[in-house]
């Protein structure tokens, strides 16, 4: 019998872009972070923000199908229920546009004040992370604090 091997993750774009959310609430995508997404196999986004970790999280529509099959088999009760909560809260779907614009959902926007103003998109493995100029220096300062007492170790273990 055969082996099921997982198609490769697409490359992911290594760099922040700072985009403008339009007073319709569309943030235009760089292309090849549009592409990114649709490499996952669709132009339908989810588009939510768990305030914990401050990321408006992007996601090919595929993938936010396989994190909520993943909440169904592995959580239960009241984890479960505050997950579904906090994703329909501030979340929507939208579509990446022939331009490479998505709409934003409107009780996010709303929520953090987002119309006319900057936000930094930061792509992950499996998604886009949009961050607010108010959010984005605390994230990154976490960041820091986490990755530096990991870089020696790396290094020892070969990386270049």
Same mark, same amino acid.
């Given at each position: 019998?055969?082996?099921?091997?997982?198609?490769? #993750?697409?490359?992911?774009?290594?760099?922040?872009?700072?985009?403008?959310?339009?007073?319709?609430? *569309? #943030?235009?995508?760089?292309?090849?972070?549009? =592409?990114?997404?649709?490499?996952?196999?669709? =132009?339908?986004?989810?588009?939510?923000?768990? @305030?914990?970790?401050?990321?408006? *999280?992007?996601?090919?529509?595929?993938?936010?199908?396989?994190?909520?099959?993943?909440?169904?088999?592995?959580?239960?009760?009241?984890? *479960? @229920?505050?997950?579904?909560?906090?994703?329909?809260?501030?979340?929507?779907?939208?579509?990446?546009?022939?331009?490479?614009?998505?709409?934003?959902?409107?009780? $996010?926007?709303?929520?953090?004040? !987002?119309?006319?103003?900057?936000?930094?998109?930061?792509?992950?493995?499996?998604?886009?992370?949009?961050?607010?100029?108010?959010? $984005?220096?605390? #994230? !990154? @300062?976490?960041?820091?604090?986490?990755?530096?007492?990991?870089?020696?170790?790396?290094?020892?273990?070969?990386?270049?």
């Amino acid at each position: 019998m055969a082996e099921e091997t997982k198609p490769a #993750v697409p490359r992911v774009p290594l760099r922040f872009e700072r985009v403008r959310v339009d007073e319709k609430g *569309r #943030v235009k995508l760089p292309v090849d972070f549009a =592409e990114f997404i649709r490499s996952f196999g669709s =132009e339908e986004v989810f588009i939510y923000r768990l @305030q914990a970790d401050r990321a408006i *999280r992007l996601y090919s529509e595929v993938v936010h199908a396989e994190n909520l099959e993943l909440i169904k088999e592995r959580t239960e009760g009241t984890l *479960r @229920q505050s997950m579904w909560l906090l994703m329909a809260k501030h979340g929507g779907s939208s579509k990446i546009d022939p331009e490479g614009r998505v709409v934003l959902p409107h009780s $996010l926007r709303t929520a953090l004040g !987002l119309a006319g103003r900057f936000v930094t998109i930061t792509p992950q493995e499996y998604r886009l992370d949009l961050y607010t100029d108010e959010d $984005l220096p605390v #994230v !990154l @300062q976490g960041a820091e604090e986490f990755a530096a007492p990991a870089i020696s170790p790396l290094t020892n273990k070969g990386w270049k």
